[in-house]
């Protein structure tokens, strides 16, 4: 059927393929209410999270090695061990923490046995997670965990109301906000989205909406000029939800790790097709219409958009370099070396050159650091300062 299957993409299961029709059907009642054009955030937002039918809100088995795409924490509990150590300032003194988006709970789960080994465990690990299954995995893996460190784990269903004192953390959350899409055209912008084409979607251009075209205009004015055709996302929703986030941090540090780039190399005139991703059964592509609910789909982060959104909301930019910068400021080389065996330091410099080397996610991933009167530096952002660049 060409609505679920394109080729060099495995094939779909006959419940997957259902599942992908139904789906359609729902975007097909959208389009139509909308008068027969949606949005490129709007379509994300219904394939992504729309309950029971979106991507992270369905069944779909999402993160790991069985999954569609591995994520850092996924990899190697490095990751969570080296955001611990770089954390561990800010809870000396007592202070919570606030995960955003948890995923299958592997960085709760290292971030909390570290601290735990480390003697500055959280009064409290508080997670908000827009996937009622995923936040179901969480509390299987969580609840594993000995008594002390599982107690202190909540989950909320909406951010605090009141102010916290310690640490905030997002690890390839913001890339999963449904963005918007956009092509330059003439002196001017296309909006792009979808229509409704036999039994699934097709990408379609319109006049660009209010907000986009605000936005657009503002960001012009910084880019050099981009050539005919140029596709590109803007996130409308990164601003808001990261001053939410601010709202809620009295004191400490808002740590956000994704994959992304400052604003000039975000939209340099070369990267003509923009940043958006699809992962599928851990294989990446770029066709985000097709295995509709079934595939992830995401878009870089324009730092320099997360920089200011932040400065915006009365944080200061502390910190801002590469994962690989960022791991090695926090200790991974220790970490390896301090191997019980042989075997294991085998196992964990192979772990540890994924998340490093250049040209896996060492270089495309940043580390992000906005801050409210923290009660101490971060040591994981001394080796590395990209601020200029944002
Ligand atoms: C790519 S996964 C990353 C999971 C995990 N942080 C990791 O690194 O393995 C994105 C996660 O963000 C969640 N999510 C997406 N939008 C969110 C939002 N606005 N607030 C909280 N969680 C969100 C998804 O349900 C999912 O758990």
């Known amino acids: 059927m060409t609505l679920t299957v394109r080729s060099g993409l495995p094939p779909l299961s006959a419940d997957e393929a259902a599942h992908a029709r139904r789906v359609a059907a729902a975007l097909h009642a959208a389009i139509a209410a909308a008068g027969g054009w ?35 924490p996924e990899m190697s509990a490095l990751f969570g061990r080296c955001v611990a150590r770089a954390c561990q300032p800010l809870l000396a003194e007592g202070g919570e923490v606030l995960e955003l988006g948890a995923g299958s709970g ?38 594993t965990l000995p008594g002390p460190l599982r107690e202190r784990v909540t ?15 997002a690890n390839e959350v913001a890339d999963a ?33 209010r907000p986009l075209t605000a936005a657009w205009t503002a960001l012009r004015n910084s880019l050099p000029v981009l050539p005919e055709g140029y596709t590109t996302e803007v996130c409308l929703r990164l601003r808001p ?20 780039l400052p604003r000039a190399h975000y939209y340099h005139p070369q990267r003509r097709e923009g940043t958006l991703r699809c992962h599928f059964r851990q294989r990446a592509h770029e066709d985000p219409y097709v295995n509709l609910g079934l595939q992830d789909i995401t878009a870089w982060v324009d730092f320099s958009a997360a920089a200011e959104a932040g400065a915006a ?4 930019v502390a910190g801002y370099c590469t994962q690989t910068a960022f791991l090695l400021g926090s200790g991974i080389e220790s970490l390896i070396a301090q191997a ?27 580390a992000l650091a906005l801050t409210r009167d923290p009660p101490a530096e971060l040591p994981g952002f001394g080796l590395q300062d990209l601020r200029h660049q944002l």
Do not use: N
Not at 136 to 142: E, G, V
């Open 38 to 72: 949606l949005s490129f955030e709007a379509f994300m937002e219904l394939v992504l999270y729309a309950p029971g039918l979106g991507y992270y809100s369905a069944g779909s088995h999402k993160l790991g090695a069985g999954g569609d795409f591995v994520t850092a």
């Open 106 to 143: 592997a960085l709760a789960a290292t971030l909390l046995e570290e601290w735990h080994a480390l003697g500055t465990l959280p009064e409290r690990y508080s997670i908000l997670e827009v996937s009622a299954e995923l936040a179901a995995r969480q509390r299987a893996r969580l609840g």
């Open 155 to 169: 989950w909320l269903e909406r951010l605090p109301d009141r102010p916290l004192a310690g640490v905030i953390l």
């Open 177 to 209: 906000l449904p963005c918007r899409r956009l092509r330059v055209q003439g002196d001017g912008l296309a909006e792009l989205g979808v229509v409704a084409e036999g039994e699934g979607v097709a990408p379609a251009s319109a006049a660009p909406a």
């Open 241 to 260: 939800w990261l001053q939410s986030l601010a709202a809620v941090l009295g004191r400490g540090a808002l740590l956000l790790f994704d994959y992304g």
């Open 313 to 316: 909301a009365g944080l200061e």
């Open 340 to 366: 019980a065996d042989g075997a294991q330091r085998a196992r964990l410099a192979g772990e540890g050159r994924r998340l490093l080397m250049p040209e896996e996610m060492g270089e495309a991933f940043k």
